[in-house]
């Protein structure tokens, strides 16, 4: 059994930029207030194994030190793509979604399993290291009904898969409209008793990714 300072430095690593509150959101099956996690991760920055830095949306995020180069390479994935930028999407497959999160995982060092077709089961496992990252995908749908009931069905499907507190768990969609407006409709307290990310895929293989 890990000890708590232990457990903070996992999910730094496993999670860079989790802020306190949700290392302690993350830790809640151990009984761990946030005050205590907030205690331990001032000692790991004393003792210079962590680092905090401010999120662009004012929130500070604790990263493992000398972790900067991995640091980099996540911003600048999640990073929203520019106003007209990429191509938008009209059509896109599942098979086409999973094939485009399959390459962006594997130029950040993950090894990726992919369920293709419509068989049961994960439909993306990525590993690195020790990290494990779980994703669920949906295509494009032929109208906004459609849409609106991938999302619903892959939300669930995401649901049901989330037995390990150490794993990440996302789902994927085509970067369209209707796909973004649903996810900024979900309560952002749902989204964060969740630990829910998602993953927009552009026409031209671009990840947009956010919690």
């Given at each position: 059994m890990k000890n708590l300072a232990e457990q903070i430095l996992y999910l730094a690593k496993a999670f860079p930029g989790l802020t306190d509150r949700q290392i302690a959101d993350r830790l809640s099956g151990e009984e761990v207030?946030?005050?205590?996690?907030?205690?331990?991760v001032q000692a790991l920055v004393r003792k210079g194994k962590l680092v905090q830095e401010d999120h662009p949306d004012g929130k500070i995020?604790?990263?493992?030190?000398?972790?900067?180069?991995?640091?980099?390479v996540d911003e600048e994935l999640e990073a929203p793509a520019p106003e007209g930028s990429g191509k938008p999407v009209?059509?896109?497959p599942e098979e086409e979604v999973k094939r485009n999160v399959e390459n962006w995982l594997?130029?950040?060092?993950?090894?990726?399993?992919?369920?293709?077709?419509?068989?049961?089961?994960?439909?993306?496992?990525?590993?690195r290291g020790n990290e494990r990252w779980v994703i669920e995908?949906?295509?494009?749908?032929?109208?906004?009904?459609?849409?609106?009931t991938?999302?619903?069905?892959?939300?669930g499907e995401a649901l049901q898969r989330?037995?390990?507190?150490?794993?990440?768990?996302?789902?994927?969609?085509?970067?369209?409209?209707?796909?973004?407006?649903?996810w900024a409709k979900l309560p952002a307290l749902a989204k964060s008793r969740l630990r829910l990310e998602v993953l927009f895929v552009?026409?031209?293989?671009?990840?947009r990714f956010m919690e």
């Open positions: 207030s946030h005050h205590v996690v907030d205690l331990a995020g604790c990263y493992l030190s000398g972790e900067t180069g991995l640091r980099a009209l059509n896109m594997k130029a950040s060092g993950w090894d990726v399993q992919v369920n293709w077709g419509a068989g049961r089961g994960i439909d993306i496992e990525a590993r995908a949906k295509g494009s749908g032929s109208s906004k009904p459609t849409k609106n991938h999302f619903s069905v892959l939300l989330m037995d390990d507190p150490y794993t990440r768990y996302g789902i994927a969609f085509p970067d369209t409209n209707r796909y973004r407006k649903l552009r026409s031209d293989g671009r990840i």
